[in-house]
Structure formats: C-alpha cells, structure tokens
C-alpha cells in the first residue's frame, strides 16, 4: 500500500473536513456499501478524455474506492461544478499515464502508486 492507514485515519478525521470546507480539492460524493451512508471525500482527481482519473494515494482497498466500486457510481464537484461519474474501473500506471497530459505531475516513485481508478462522465 502506497501510504499508511494510520495516515488516512489522520486525514479522514483531521484534514479531510477542513479540505472539503474549503473548496479548493476535488470531491467525490459515494454511499457506503454497508451503511448507506453518504459521504464526502476529496480527493486527487484529474479530468481525461470522457471522465476523470483518481489517484489512489491509499491504494485501492480505501473505503471510498470499495464504496464506488461497489455502487458503479458517484457525484464528483470540481472548481464548483458536478458531475455523474459512472463506470469505475481500476487501471494501473501505464493506462493512467497515458490518459493523463503531459502537464499533469506524476506521482513521487517513492509513494509507490502503481493503481488508480477511472470513470466516466455520464453524458446529459
């Protein structure tokens, strides 16, 4: 796993809400596949052709990605606007590096991120 868990335990209760709060990242909107609970996550999201591309800077066994692999949805709002994500997928470095600009950083090698998911905008 790219980052610990304990890290992402300090994230979801100290810096996520702040994050969200303030606008400035990404954030998905997806159920929990058990509770039915909403939630909010924000995130590394980057738009490719068709969708968007998320980094899995906790790998793919975080609740969020099991919730919106699970559901086949989720609501994403970039910069103030949403949109309806459909079709989530996990793809690994070459396939989201090629979908991602050249302007896009790459993750640090030292994270060792080598999976992210992709999903597509639902037309309408």
Do not use: C
Request: glycine share 12%.
């Amino acid at each position: 796993m790219p980052m610990p868990r304990w890290w992402g335990h300090i994230n979801k209760r100290l810096l996520n809400p702040r994050a969200i709060a303030g606008g400035k990242w990404p954030v998905i909107t997806h159920v929990g596949r058990t509770s039915g609970t909403e939630y909010r996550t924000p995130l590394d999201a980057h738009a490719v052709d068709g969708g968007y591309l998320f980094v899995l800077v906790y790998g793919s066994g975080s609740d969020w990605v099991q919730n919106v692999l699970a559901a086949g949805h989720a609501r994403l709002r970039v910069e103030g606007e949403e949109f309806d994500l459909t079709a989530p997928r996990l793809v690994g470095e070459d396939e989201a590096f090629r979908a991602l600009g050249d302007e896009v950083p790459r993750p640090p090698r030292l994270l060792r991120i080598s999976e992210f998911l992709r999903m597509d905008v639902v037309a309408g």
